[in-house]
Each structure stands twice: as structure tokens, then as C-alpha cells.
């Protein structure tokens, strides 16, 4: 009689996290984040990433939250502490797990996430907000089933509803609930927000999303901080150690073509790879690894201005697409070899007839130290699908 007593207590005990685990799918909302105090918080904001020195966070602001009696405040540096010229924070459960630990929920059922968020004085920009995607890339033990991203998304002083459509996503097993990444180019004097009330909700009416046609003209890079960038010079070539050959600004002053910034790049060869290259990926460091990019069937051409710091300077190859991998982008088209006036000059690359159905390598350039012995300095500016 008592081992059948001690029995069925241990089965009560166990309802409890069986339910919480099934609660995404049952319940028609699941937190992330309603107040400091609630039990019904489910992740962690632990995941600190990038230069994480340059982040502040207080997770009980009282400074006129959207709900509740707290919300939670972020300050932003922008001061590239650890070098990245990125930082971000991500939700986790359970907390600092990048998909070593067994955790997260089973989030089926859920077909949106929504937030509140404002910046402190209008203007803020997130270069992205996400949810999933934690011990995917590389693949850990433990992988989130799914990655879905949003942004680039500019704040109001005022408190607004954003949403992430995950219709048709597979959330079965999600550690990282949400997550948002900001870079210095897109907040050179750093910036303070605040986010509140994260929660995913089941919502019937809405609908997978298909990837859509984008509107022309498309911007690759209109100037640093502008949200209308699509992509981001993450793929340095050949390997790593061109970080001893490239030295690239986003945000030069000197003597943009349109704006207050222009990007500039330097090459030198020190590593003696003997060439080098830079790709303007979405999302960042995606090798065809990650199913991104856009489809920009509806452009033609692809523009963009281009000099050099004293004219001559030779660029092999300026190309669109081309990225190759498990998502492999759809077409490759390119120009060159290009020899650089010191003026200003715009350049075209023919789109007529591509494939542009699927791009995540919006943009790239490579050189060597053949046609450049002396190295290269040259400058880039409005480069743009239209």
C-alpha cells in the first residue's frame, strides 16, 4: 500500500512539467517575457552575443513599461568592445544553452510571435529580431527545428506591436524564444530601447508566408545606418586571415557619392593568399548554409557607384548572386575586370535574362595582388537592385 502511495504522488509531481512542456501546443499564447516577477516567463535573456561589452540590460526598467509594472531596458554602446561591430541578446532555455543542453518547448500550434518595443528617443534600429535558430549553425546536440528572422526594424519613441509571422514553421523544439541583433554602423552613437510583453500566440488567420517578389529599386547598401540595407559584408575571402589583408569602413566620410557615408576598402596583400574578397550576405556568414536571401526576379540591373582613392585601381570581378551551398542562390551575373576613375562613376551589372528568384549573395568583389602590387584603396556607395 505504500509503495502504491508513493507511486501515484511521484505521478502527480510529474504532471506539472509534462504540461508545462505540451503547453505550446494546447494553450493559445506561450511567454517569453510579461513582467520581471511572472512565473509564466519561459526563456532567459542570457544569450549575450557579439560585443557583448557594449550592451547594459535592465530587466526591470519601471520607465513607463508597456504593461505590467516592469519592462526590460537595453543600452547599446556601439564602442565594438570584443571587435565585431555587432551585438545582439538572445531568450534561451534554459539559460546560456546554445543547444548543448536538452531544453526549450514544444511550440506547435503557435503561428506568431509579438513584441512591444520603443527606443528611447525614435530612430533606434535593430538590424534584426528572431526566434529559433539557437545550436543550428554549426548544428549542436541539440538544435532548435527552426530559424525565422525580421528586421531591419526602425523604433518610434512610442510603444508599438511587432509581429513574427511562423505559420508553417516547424517549432517543435524551441531553445532560443527570441533574440535581436543590432549593429554600430546602424546606431553609431549607440541607442537605448526597451522591449516588453514577448509572447507567441495561436493565431488561426495567419497564413505561411511564400517568399515574395520585392519591390524595385532594392537597396544592397544606401548609406551605414539606413534600415533599407538589405544585405551585410560578412563574407571576407579567401578565408580569415584576409582579415590581415582587408581593412573596410562602412561608414567613410570621405567624399560620399550620395548621403553621409560611403563604405571604404583597403586591400594589401599580407597574408599571401594573393587575392581577397568581400560578400554582402543575408543572413550574415550565410555560405548557402541558411535558407535566406530574396527574390528579386522583378530587377533588371544591378547599380552601383564605385572610385578609386587615386584612379586606376583594377577590380577583377563585381558580381550578383552566385553563392553556392544546400541553398544555393539562383543565378550568378557579374562584370570586370573594372579599372576605377578617381571620380565617381556608376556601374551595371546585366540582369536581363538571370534567374534572381532566390539571392542571399547580394553583392560581391574580388581583386589580387597581380593587378594591384602596391595594394588598392577604393570606395563604394548606393549599390542597388533596380
Known amino acids: 500500500m505504500k509503495k502504491f502511495l508513493v507511486l501515484v504522488l511521484l505521478l502527480c509531481l510529474a ?7 505540451e503547453q505550446g501546443n494546447k494553450a493559445s499564447e506561450f511567454i517569453v517575457y510579461i513582467d520581471k516577477t511572472s512565473p509564466d516567463n519561459h526563456f532567459v535573456p542570457s544569450g549575450w552575443m557579439g560585443d557583448y561589452g557594449d550592451i547594459k540590460m535592465n530587466d526591470q526598467a519601471m520607465d513607463s513599461p508597456h504593461s505590467g509594472s516592469t519592462c526590460i531596458q537595453f543600452d547599446y554602446s556601439g564602442k565594438k568592445t570584443q571587435n565585431n561591430g555587432w551585438a545582439g541578446v538572445y531568450w534561451q532555455n534554459p539559460a546560456n544553452n546554445w543547444g548543448s543542453k536538452k531544453g526549450g518547448f514544444d511550440l506547435t500550434g503557435m503561428t506568431k510571435l509579438t ?5 528611447a528617443k525614435g530612430g533606434e534600429i535593430l538590424q534584426k529580431v528572431v526566434v529559433g535558430g539557437v545550436g543550428m549553425e554549426p548544428k549542436a546536440a541539440y538544435p532548435d527545428s527552426a530559424k525565422i528572422e525580421m528586421g531591419p526594424v526602425e523604433l ?19 531553445s532560443g524564444g527570441f533574440g535581436w541583433v543590432t549593429t554600430s554602423d546602424l546606431n553609431p552613437n549607440g ?26 529599386p532594392f537597396y544592397v547598401y544606401s548609406d551605414s545606418r539606413s534600415a533599407s540595407n538589405h544585405f551585410i559584408p560578412s563574407g571576407w575571402m579567401p578565408n580569415a586571415a584576409t582579415g590581415k589583408d582587408l581593412k573596410f569602413e562602412a561608414a567613410s566620410k570621405e567624399d560620399p557619392y550620395l548621403g553621409d557615408t560611403c563604405m571604404k576598402i583597403q586591400y594589401q596583400d599580407v597574408s599571401g593568399n594573393r587575392w581577397a574578397g568581400i560578400y554582402w550576405q543575408n543572413p550574415a556568414n550565410n555560405w548557402g548554409n541558411v535558407d535566406g536571401g530574396f527574390d528579386l526576379s522583378k530587377a533588371a540591373k544591378l547599380t552601383f557607384w564605385a572610385r578609386g582613392a587615386k584612379g586606376g585601381e583594377r577590380i577583377e570581378e563585381f558580381k550578383a548572386g552566385g553563392i553556392m551551398g544546400e541553398y544555393s542562390d539562383s543565378d550568378v551575373a557579374s562584370i570586370g575586370p573594372v ?16 534567374d534572381m528568384s532566390y539571392i542571399s549573395g547580394g553583392f560581391c568583389w574580388a581583386t589580387n595582388v597581380d593587378v594591384n602590387p602596391d595594394g588598392v584603396t577604393f570606395y563604394l556607395d548606393e549599390i542597388k537592385y533596380e
Open 339 to 354: 579599372i576605377l576613375n578617381k571620380d565617381w562613376t556608376q556601374y551595371t551589372i546585366d540582369l536581363k535574362g538571370k
Open 15 to 21: 504532471v506539472p512539467a509534462f504540461a508545462a512542456k
Open 191 to 216: 541607442a537605448t530601447f526597451y522591449i516588453d510583453d514577448i509572447k507567441f500566440e495561436a493565431d488561426a488567420s495567419m497564413k505561411p508566408e511564400g517568399r515574395k517578389q520585392e519591390s524595385v
Open 115 to 119: 513584441f512591444w518595443a520603443r527606443g
Open 156 to 174: 518610434t519613441d512610442s510603444w508599438k506591436q511587432y509581429t513574427i509571422n511562423l505559420a508553417g514553421k516547424d517549432l517543435s523544439s524551441i
